[in-house]
């Protein structure tokens, strides 16, 4: 073991030079950036979609886009301008979108659509210019808004995250050759430094007509249209002032009725009151404040068939821990994470596999921006013991620094901890003798021509756990590293992990230990200049992991094929070679069936893929398949979901899951039959921009759970709700359902600025 760990250790060391290395040798000049100038007005804005106002006649607007899709070599084919103007309190933008006609494709009226999913313009602000964060405000024709945040320089899907909600104001207005929207995005949304003259800035747009994506500066495509190391610039006609106070108190009030039908309980009505409050300890700096928070409201997890040894990772949804969540949730890799956020407040029901609540008595995060260079994240909170399963109140602290070198890399260093509080006479006491913490240092790369990515991290745990005989602690290491090259024609990669048995992340994501890991990668790209393909190549990869014996335990080796078609739709072919040394006992159905015993070795051969069709269309569609060999055995799996859209007021969408799996019996070998299902239709109407109605069904046969959710959401002010929620789950076997448990609860939310 020692030997190990010196190794491993030595090659972090090797990684680490290596990383701090590339930025030195890279290009890290920058090219000519574009600029757009805010004017200062005094002149009050009518958001109504029609430029009126005097202010619009003396703006220079950002124009002249660079297309993004289907080429990237020329301008765009529609004209943009997006015009900027500004005053104590609010930063007004209009934008003016040329168009072929109004026949614009709105996927419903709701709140934070994703881009793709029809017309639209979106505007990015990097206040501070680290080409690592930013805010995203966006319009649609109809005037529909959507906010987001984008962390860790927008390198892929998961740094964007449109869960986050925010105070701001927009209309539009649709003209026969042309739409037009404006923004009064008010100066407390946004986090930025006093006295600052110069923003980072880009902006997107999409328009279905001519199947054209366009964006102000330009983006290579073989680079995800918001990376963050493509800008402009956004200059103030005078420096900013300091935004004045910032409080804003949301605080709710909840009422409900509860039965569980399987413990025979009777109906119990419940009623509680809690709330939040965002204070502002500078123009970048916000303190969070929660106390006895409820999260009924939030949407309900796509439930999924796992065929995987290990735990599924399902994303953060809770408003409470969003903005700035990349200072907690991007540490480490994705898994091997030592904090994630769900596991405070957050318990599984052992009976139907739906995650429930787990009340919190309080909390407090302090994030944002020190100063340019340095980021603060720190975050305590308190959660109430659960009786059925025996566990105590929990307190949880994670604290992490920031420090940005050279132009897009950072350090971070952090602290999480998960301590014990026992019970003596109704108070809480702190246990010294029950704990677990991570201490970690990960160093993010990435260069100016953001030709070289990477990471390297190096996490220790402490745990101590008090038992019957005494206490018992432990502790081991986890490291890892990733260095990736891209340029148009091709990408290059390599990542590595390890982690000790003993090493343990309670309030993290780390669901295997005692292995190390191989991941390298190779991708060429073509682009052809006709035909039905935008993009397309061919790549190989290899997942190949040992035991801390250096065993081969896991071995996947893929050849792939990817496209992307002109119509925007994509598809994407595996072919895998498998090798698996169980090293404990496995039903991969986990249906019951007698399990695969350890110590056993498979190799077998599989093909999926997926397909996403062009969502443009009022009927689009989208289908994941696998068939080939599964432990020996075999698989024929398919899933489809089917999307209508109901322009503009939403969508009805049905998906279809089917596993159609044969386990070789572990002594006879005899091929046993199983069959899997997994059904959710979902109902996502939107009758006006304040009014929207959810339900979603799923049927899990592996859980043999049917559940039923249905939302109803009343937006009467920015950012103030009411919501009335039902939940039902029925134990779902061929001979019929019972009812598990049901629940209806109504819960009022108010935005309230001091």
Known sequence: MQYHRALHLACFLCWIATLFGLPAAALAQEQGMRTVRAIRTQEPIKLDGILDEAIWQRTQPADSFWQYFPSDTCRSLLRTEIHFAYDEQNLYVAVVCYSVGDAYVISSLKRDYRASSGDNITLVFDPFRDRTNAFVFGINPYGVRREAL????????????????????????????????????????????????????????????????????????????????????????????????????????????????????????????????????????????????????????????????????????????????????????????????????????????????????????????????????????????????????????????????????????????????????????????????????????????????????????????????????????????????????????????????????????????????????????????????????????????????????????????????????????????????????????????DPLPAETEYSYVDLNGFFFSDNRKKLSWLGRGSIGQLFNGWRVGATCSLTYRIQPFGAIAATLGYNYLQIPHPETGEKRPVSLFLIGPKIDLTFTRKLFFTTFVQYNSQRENLNINARFQWRFQPVSDFFLVYTDNYLARPDGLMVRNRAVVAKLTYWLNL
Do not use: C
């Open 150 to 593: 984008v962390s860790g320089g927008g390198r892929q899907i998961e740094d964007f995250n449109t869960s986050w909600d925010n105070k701001w104001d927009g209309e539009a207005k649709i003209y026969p050759d042309r739409w037009i929207g404006e923004f009064a995005i008010p100066f407390k949304t946004l986090r930025f430094r006093q006295g600052e003259s110069e923003w980072f800035f880009n902006a997107y747009r999409f328009d279905t007509q001519t199947n054209e994506r366009s964006i102000w500066a330009h983006v290579p495509r073989n680079f995800i249209i918001m990376d963050r190391a493509y800008n402009g610039r956004l200059l103030w006609e005078e420096p900013l002032g300091k935004p004045g106070a910032n409080i804003s108190l949301i605080p709710y009030l909840l009422g409900g009725l509860s039965q569980d039908f399987e413990e025979r309980q009777p109906a119990k009505g419940n009623w509680n009151i809690g709330g939040d409050a965002k204070i502002a300890l500078s123009p970048s700096l916000n303190l969070d404040l929660t106390l006895n928070p409820d999260f009924s409201q939030v949407e309900v997890d796509d439930q999924v068939t796992n065929l995987d040894r290990f735990e599924i990772f399902f994303p953060e949804k809770r408003q409470f821990f969003l903005e700035n969540s990349d200072l907690f949730a991007n540490l480490g890799t994705e898994r091997i994470r030592p904090f994630f956020s769900r596991r405070i407040g957050v318990a599984q029901d052992t009976a139907t596999g739906v995650n429930v609540q787990n009340p919190i008595y309080y909390g407090m995060r302090i994030s944002g921006k020190l100063n340019n260079l340095w980021r603060l994240g720190f975050l305590n909170m308190q959660t109430a013991p659960v009786d059925e399963n025996g566990d105590p109140s929990f307190n949880f602290t994670v604290a992490t620094l920031q420090r940005q070198l050279f132009k897009r890399s950072f350090f971070s260093a952090f602290l999480v901890n998960k301590q014990a509080f026992s019970d003596s006479t109704g108070s809480l006491y702190v246990n010294p003798h029950h704990f677990n913490r991570v201490l970690g240092l990960d160093y993010n790369l990435a260069t100016a021509n953001n030709h070289w990515q990477g990471k390297v991290f190096l996490h220790r745990s402490f745990s101590q756990l008090e038992n019957e005989t005494g206490t018992a602690q432990s502790g081991g290491l986890a490291q890892g590293a990733r260095l990736e090259y891209t340029r148009r024609r091709f990408g290059l990669g390599l990542e590595q992990q390890w982690v000790e048995d003993t090493y343990e992340a309670q309030t993290g994501f780390v669901p295997r230990h005692g292995f190390l890991r191989f991941l390298p990668k190779a991708q060429l790209f073509f682009y052809p200049s006709k035909g039905p393909f935008n993009v397309y190549g061919p790549g190989i990869e290899a997942d190949l992991i040992f035991n801390h014996e250096m065993r081969k335990t896991d071995q996947i080796i893929s050849l792939t094929q990817e496209f992307q078609l002109s119509n925007t739709a994509r598809m994407r072919i595996n072919l895998n070679h498998n090798y698996i040394y169980l090293q404990q006992d496995f039903d991969p159905s986990r249906s019951g069936l």
